[in-house]
């Protein structure tokens, strides 16, 4: 039994499924204490803080992480410690740029910001980004290593010792100011840890070299937009609903509270995909198209079957779920949640064709395919949120004046606050609209190379999902 046990606990799978699942829920808990703690609009600038800093973090890193976690993972010793000192240097010179930029943007347009929900970021994001720079370094050398242990505790340390802080915050009630102190500081000592351990891989940056260097920069210039659009295509809808003079911050908490329940949805799918990726990546240097294809259609397919009963438990229950998260404030937005539920089944198998474009060494496919996405989100956000919400406002206002007799006025606060929910609704379907044609454009890209069945993507899939479950369940027995 002990034997089972320590088999199961130093499984790659399953390190990374505690990785991505632990990291998650310890996430997901300070998120759920944030927005108890914080007033809607106060929320709304910190998930715009972090909406901001996630998606810039996307720029620093794209056009070093996806490359360094390829090559890494079949590099000789001399090869790895000339990788990693490239991938120091090239994302040290691209977080001095960006903070420069930051802050000469700041100084131009200082009132603007200040006036804005989004002066928090450009106050604090080049102190952050120095700060996480180790950090971020460790994951990607880690990833390619197959060092998930390492992930692992790496990221606990990260995120709990947030989350404590945020438990006890509760008895000293810091502002959030002092909040985001805190979050600098625990993000700090994650990697005073990793240079110390040389996870990051500081040491070798002086191994750096220009042929290292070239064959990072030229696999990432398509992987920085590929990282890019993908996390556009998560925080479009912040930026866009937080520029909008109708939805404001208030509008930027109410949809996160749905919008962070699909990190139900992301758990399994990240960590299946980073154990996947390097085995896949190896399986392409190789030559073995027919291991890579079967990957695919097992971690599409098998995921896409094991996530259909958390997404209809999760639709059929949207309105508890969003009330013990968020509170009674929140309720109005389980159908927006219920559209991401929709939206979940789509994901695993656009995912792993991002994720088999990359392994394949096609990443021009795979920034084509997000670029599409992307674009496809932005413009349907725009049309939600600044020409479809005065329609909304407009209906729902004249219903309640001329259906139920209400004053104007009371009638503009009953249709604004409807109209907000309509709004933020079609945001979310813009979701499943953008997920539909990822996968057909993907597929399409894929296909070229693997010569895919697109109903193997299931039968193979569920085979796999129940052969999956058989085992945890033998497992458990």
Not at 243 to 256: D, H, N, R
Not at 388 to 405: K, Q, R, Y
């Amino acid at each position: 039994m002990n034997g089972l046990i320590k088999k199961i606990l130093t499984n790659n799978n399953f390190l990374s499924l505690a990785n991505n699942g632990l990291v998650a829920v310890f996430g997901f808990l300070s998120f759920f204490m944030l927005v108890r703690m914080l007033p809607q609009e106060i929320f709304g600038e910190w998930v715009l803080f972090i909406s901001m800093s996630n998606f810039i973090d996307m720029l620093r890193f794209g056009i070093t992480r996806t490359a360094i976690t390829r090559f890494l993972s079949s590099a000789n010793e001399t090869e790895a410690k000339n990788l990693m000192g490239s991938n120091n240097l090239i994302n040290l010179i691209s977080t001095i740029g960006i903070s420069v930029l930051t802050i000469l943007i700041y100084l131009i347009f200082t009132d603007g910001i200040r006036n804005s929900g989004f002066a928090m970021f450009f106050i604090w994001y080049p102190v952050y980004s120095f700060l996480t720079l180790p950090f971020n370094n460790a994951q990607a050398v880690l990833q390619a290593k197959m060092k998930f242990d390492s992930m692992l505790w790496l990221r606990l340390i990260n995120v709990g010792s947030f989350m404590v802080f945020i438990s006890l915050n509760f008895f000293f009630k810091f502002d959030i100011q002092g909040i985001l102190f805190a979050y600098m500081a625990t993000n700090f000592i994650s990697s005073v840890i990793a240079s110390m351990l040389n996870w990051d891989g500081i040491r070798y940056l002086f191994h750096a070299t220009r042929a290292a260097s070239k064959t990072i920069l030229d696999f990432g210039k398509y992987t920085t937009g590929t990282l890019i659009g993908s996390n556009l295509l998560r925080s479009a809808d912040t930026f866009i609903i937080g520029l909008s003079p109708f939805l404001g911050t208030t509008g930027v908490a109410l949809y996160s509270i749905p919008l962070k329940l699909t990190e139900i949805i992301e758990i399994p799918l990240r960590s299946f995909a980073a154990t996947a990726f390097p085995a896949m990546s190896k399986a392409s240097i190789d030559n073995d198209n027919e291991k890579v294809k079967q990957l695919f259609y097992q971690n599409a397919g098998g995921t896409t079957f094991l996530l259909i009963p958390v997404m209809l438990f999760c639709f059929i229950f949207a309105e508890q779920i969003v009330y013990i998260i968020g509170g009674s404030d929140y309720i109005i937005t389980a159908n927006i949640f219920r559209l991401f539920c929709i939206y979940g089944l789509f994901l695993p198998v656009d995912r792993f064709i991002g994720v088999t474009l990359d392994s394949v060494n096609k990443p021009k496919q795979n920034f084509i395919k997000v670029i599409y996405m992307a674009s496809s989100n932005i413009v349907g956000d725009i049309i939600a949120v600044f020409g479809l919400s005065g329609i909304v406002l407009g209906f729902s206002w004249v219903v309640l004046v001329f259906g139920n007799a209400v004053a104007p006025d009371v009638a503009y606060d009953m249709a604004h606050a409807s109209a907000m929910i309509k709004t933020l609704e079609l945001v979310a379907f813009v979701s499943i609209i953008f997920t539909i044609i990822g996968i057909a454009i993907g597929f399409k890209y894929l296909n070229e190379s693997l010569n895919l069945r697109f109903r193997d993507i299931f039968s193979i899939g569920f085979s796999s999902a129940i052969q999956f479950a058989k085992q945890v369940f033998m497992k458990l027995h």
